[in-house]
């Protein structure tokens, strides 16, 4: 009894979660599948894929969420990585940084919008500060569809300000994971902190990078609420055109064809990261 | 911890979860029957799913203010997204355990229904609600091109223009401002923009605005006098062009702008476009700044969009006896005024508006008024018959602005290219014409 009892226990100990995935992660998958690549009729074709693709603003939300994406990734990576050095140097009241730093990660993407909203907007609290200061007489109209470009400036600034902090905590963990003694060793063979950095630091940290760059890549592609808030209709991005597909057009092919096309390009982008930046064996038993 | 115990209690754990797992039980109602109940038994809150009403402050005063003299039953309020909406219906029916009650939802939503087997012959209440002056063409569309009644009129609401009164003195000369043609409203703003040098006319053309409606009841009936047949003619094209001029007055910011009222508030825009419950904020936080006028005319007349909601049971619903006497508490004169006062959608009885109103809402409604019992006046429909494909014949209009308005395509182009959208569209829905369209045999074509 009791050597039974002990060989079922790994499956028993690993049923919930294989139970969780398989209800909420994979089955959805497989219903999204069949809504994208089935017809009405229930054949197997692409007209979705081709209704998806011949949208007028299909390319433009493409190129959009990549211009995005290798705008802001990249950007939140320093950020954090400045952010994270700056607590790991445990400054004086370097837990009140941290605090200061997470606070963005606790409220939600489209408040975080509606939130930017408010300060880019015609009457925002930006244009007041900047008129009372004298510095400009008429306010800027900083959110126009005519002024594209600062609309995405504005959007970046949002959703750095909004996503940063996760890349943040995932570096200070890894920051944390690395001996002290590593530091004192370069420190007494004369390595200065930029050496230190360089050489010790980041190396060490790669499996940490890896992981932010995964997560934030992931969340770049699903990126939307921010964007609805602050620029509404002007800037289409992928996760927004299949919300709007779905909830607008009423169009429930089309928006799984979409989100079929979201989660591809998040699985090629994992296994580029993946190999790219290959975490050696030994690094990754520490 | 020794190895029994840890067996012991990660299976435990493993029970919990698959407890957890199974079917909840039926929650027992906590509350105590309302006393004045004698035909219905509450046993379960009466659900009342509705398109309308969604945004929180409003669906806080239907189920505060509104719904409070109903006693027959307890109302569970649920307000959603057209989506999720017609799904939950639907998918209730298929499944065979319907949970709503009262289905609440603008005309066009209905034919959907009706086609999924979803609702209740109504025929027999409407005998009983005989005593309401029901508007006769609101109860003739509740039909639903059936012999039978498929919905109760609930409540009506149009589209208006929000004036601040700063911009009157820059009214065009001769132009009567409750009178105004889209050419003198261009020229409006093109004055506005003379003396503040700001553009400060309003279009809500956000993500979640109803600047669609804009393009459907109002410009392309007002020049072209149809919608559908006429969406490519030579006078849809003189039509763009003129939306094309206006829009140079139009705030550069209004892609963003869901709510007119917002920005009539913050001073951005003087003179804005909206929906009713759209732009009441305005007129309720500044009643002094603000006045409600008429929607321009175009060369065929001033059109204006009259947008129905109504009231179905969904068929085979647990509590049918307290969905009709929820139908018939809604209808009531008292209530639709009620109605009126709270979240400013008006009542869809025959008789005159209560006298008793807030000074916001007798701003609104005497806009209202004018803009009905205009010399020009003309009505044009939400659309009706499109089912599931709604929301791509909406799709196609708010293509055709972003693609002439934002993007400076040309005009004809996209006209042809859009009107192609939209016949396969029709086509899809077999959809007949409706007003201000001729009607039509067999799905509307685009000419």
Known sequence: ?286 | MNKRMFLVASFAMILLVVAACAPAPTPVPTQAPPTAAPTVAPVQPLVLLSTQLKPVEEAEKMRKSILAGFTAAKVEFVADDEGPFQDRIIAEQKAGKVTVGVIGALHGTFPVLLQANALEDLTPLLQKLQDRPIVKEFLTLGKLGTDKQYYVPWMQATYVLAVNKKALQYLPQGADVNALTYKQLTEWGANIQKATGQKKLGIPAGPKSLLHRFIQGYLYPSYTGGLVTTYKTSEAVEMWKDFKALWEYVNPQCTTVDFMQEALLSGEVWVGFDHTARLINAFKEKPDEFIAVPAPAGPKGRYYMSVVAGLGIAKNTPNKAGAEALIEYLTRPSVQAVTLREVSFFPVLESDLPTDLPAAIKLEADGVVKQSKAKDARVALLPIGLGAKGGEFNKVQLDTFTRIILKGEDIQKVLTEEGANLQKVMNAAQAPCWLPDPISTGACQVK
Do not use: C
């Not at chain 1, 011949?54 to 493409?62: G, K, L, P, W, Y």
């Open chain 1, 1 to 286: 009894m009791r050597f039974k009892l002990e060989s079922a226990l790994p499956f028993g100990l690993l049923f919930p979660s294989v139970a969780f995935l398989a209800l909420l992660i994979l089955a959805p998958i497989g219903q999204a599948f069949l809504l994208a690549f089935q017809t009405e009729t229930g054949e197997f074709a692409l007209a979705a894929f081709q209704r998806m693709a011949s949208d007028t603003a299909f390319n433009e939300a493409v190129r959009n969420t990549f211009l995005l994406l290798l705008t802001i990734v990249p950007l939140q990576i320093v950020l954090a990585l400045a952010m994270a050095l700056l607590i790991h140097a445990r400054l004086r009241g370097q837990t009140l940084f941290l605090y200061v730093f997470a606070i963005p990660m606790a409220i939600s993407d489209l408040a975080a919008g509606l939130v930017w909203l408010s300060i880019f907007t015609e009457r925002g609290y930006l244009n007041s500060i900047l008129q009372s200061l004298g510095w400009i007489q008429q306010p800027l109209l900083l959110l126009s569809y005519q002024n594209p470009q600062g609309i995405f400036a504005a959007v970046v600034v949002a959703e750095s300000w909004r996503a940063t902090a996760i890349v943040m905590v995932i570096l200070v963990a890894g920051l944390q994971m690395i001996p002290r003694d590593f530091f004192e060793a370069a420190e007494l063979f004369g390595a200065g902190t930029l050496k230190r950095t360089w050489y010790v630091v980041l190396p060490l940290l790669r499996p940490s990078l890896q992981t932010a760059l995964i997560i934030r890549t992931l969340f770049a592609f699903q990126t939307f609420a921010v964007v609805f808030a602050l620029a509404g209709r002007t800037l289409p991005v992928l996760a927004g055109e299949a919300y709007t597909w779905y909830y607008s057009n009423r169009n429930p092919a089309v928006a799984a064809a979409m989100a079929f096309l979201i989660l591809l390009l998040s699985l090629l982008a994992t296994v580029v990261y993946l190999r790219v930046l290959q975490v050696r064996e030994e690094e990754r038993a520490r």
